[in-house]
């Protein structure tokens, strides 16, 4: 078993917060696809893409699953980064390969 730790941005790129209907889908297609997952509240992250500042206002989002499925759990989260129009998610897997940034281009 892997342990992939992901931040789900809850606003877009303007400031502009997701509707909260959107983020339950999302946490519940996860729940459906990976047999559950959890949130440990609200972290505040800032990062430098192409030379311009963000910050981001995300929920850190965790699930449980076989060593097997790490690369249908990377493509799922690169699929929300894509749906949230994100430049790159933040991706760890614990206990096996460390922390990665994927690119949703």
Known sequence: MVKIVTLLPLADNEGKPFPERHIEDILNGLVTQFHGCSTDGQVDGRSLDKGQRHRDVSLRVTIVCERERLEEIRQRVIDIGRE??????????????????????
């Open 84 to 105: 949230l129009r994100q430049s790159s998610m933040f991706f760890e897997v614990r206990d096996y390969d460390g922390v990665q940034f994927l690119s949703t281009d």
